[in-house]
């Protein structure tokens, strides 16, 4: 395999729906938008509408920065393209902007492999990290800050 050659990205991919366009958009940018109101406060998941009105959604980059709210160790992968990994820490994040997404927590080396779980704990610091699986899509992952 030459260089500049990536391997093929074998985990199930997203869904992707248009009310996250934007999203996904800037994600490939490696920016990370958040949806907003008219008035710039933000919610989470990226939909059309903003909850509870007809208004449409507006998008502000956030700082990508934020706190572990949980966690939890996977040693199963929720499918056979999992098989053989090391473990997986999901964690709910609370961005510094008010909302909690999840994420996987990673180490910030090529090809951002699995954090070791014992070093990942409750109100720790991170920050959004971009990996580039496909051509087409880039997820967003945390790294300790």
Same mark, same amino acid.
């Given at each position: 395999?030459?260089?500049?050659?990536?391997?093929?990205?074998?985990?199930?991919?997203?869904?992707?729906?248009?009310?996250?366009?934007?999203?996904?958009?800037?994600?490939?940018?490696?920016?990370?938008? $958040?949806?907003? /109101?008219?008035? &710039?406060? @933000?919610?989470?998941? %990226?939909?059309?509408?903003?909850? #509870?009105?007809?208004?449409?959604?507006?998008?502000?980059?956030?700082?990508?920065?934020?706190?572990?709210?949980?966690?939890?160790?996977?040693?199963?992968?929720?499918?056979?393209?999992?098989?053989?990994?090391?473990?997986?820490?999901?964690?709910?994040?609370?961005?510094?902007?008010?909302?909690?997404?999840?994420?996987? $927590?990673?180490? /910030?080396?090529? &090809?951002? @492999?699995?954090?070791? %779980?014992?070093?990942?704990?409750? #109100?720790?610091?991170?920050?959004?990290?971009?990996?580039?699986?496909?051509?087409?899509?880039?997820?967003?992952?945390?790294?300790?800050?």
């Amino acid at each position: 395999m030459s260089e500049t050659t990536k391997p093929a990205y074998t985990k199930p991919l997203p869904d992707m729906r248009p009310e996250g366009d934007h999203w996904w958009a800037a994600m490939k940018e490696h920016k990370l938008l $958040l949806p907003t /109101d008219s008035s &710039g406060t @933000p919610f989470w998941y %990226p939909r059309a509408l903003v909850p #509870g009105t007809l208004e449409p959604t507006q998008w502000t980059e956030a700082k990508g920065t934020g706190t572990v709210y949980t966690y939890s160790i996977h040693f199963i992968g929720p499918s056979k393209a999992y098989k053989g990994d090391p473990p997986h820490t999901v964690a709910l994040i609370d961005l510094d902007e008010g909302v909690r997404l999840m994420s996987n $927590l990673v180490k /910030d080396e090529e &090809g951002y @492999p699995s954090i070791d %779980p014992d070093d990942v704990s409750i #109100g720790m610091k991170v920050r959004v990290v971009f990996h580039d699986v496909t051509d087409e899509i880039t997820l967003p992952k945390f790294v300790a800050a």
